[in-house]
């Protein structure tokens, strides 16, 4: 019988993925992280409408980043590894001024982040 691996894909989050509720939303089950840092980055606010993420994280606003001028701006998160299926719902949760991309964290692994569109 072969055994199938699933590569985990790494996620930093910063926002409302790390809390409980809507992890059980998105990914049906609570997700376990380690602390880390987005160095170069800043962050905003950006008013959610979109009435499933409201009800998902009860929040009218939500945390959003974008590319600091000041190389000594950091980003406090959690970095998650999460299934490729996994990392597809968090796509669908995720509303359009949110884009992912790849970003070298300050314990220079590599995770998937959503950031400023």
């Not at 840092?37 to 962050?43: I, L, N, P, S, V």
């Not at 597809?88 to 300050?106: I, P």
Request: proline share 3%.
């Amino acid at each position: 019988m072969m055994q199938t691996t699933v590569n985990p894909v790494l996620l930093f989050s910063y926002g409302t993925l790390q809390d409980p509720a809507v992890q059980l939303a998105n990914f049906g089950r609570e997700l376990a992280g380690q602390a880390d840092q987005m160095t170069g980055y800043k962050q905003s606010w950006v008013e959610i409408t979109d009435p499933q993420v409201l009800a998902t994280s009860g929040k009218t606003h939500h945390p959003i980043v974008s590319v600091s001028t000041n190389l000594d701006d950091r980003v406090a998160g959690m970095v998650f590894r999460l299934s490729e299926q996994e990392l597809a719902a968090a796509d669908a949760y995720e509303v359009a001024d949110y884009q992912r991309v790849a970003v070298a964290l300050a314990s220079g692994l590599t995770a998937w982040v959503y950031v400023k569109a």
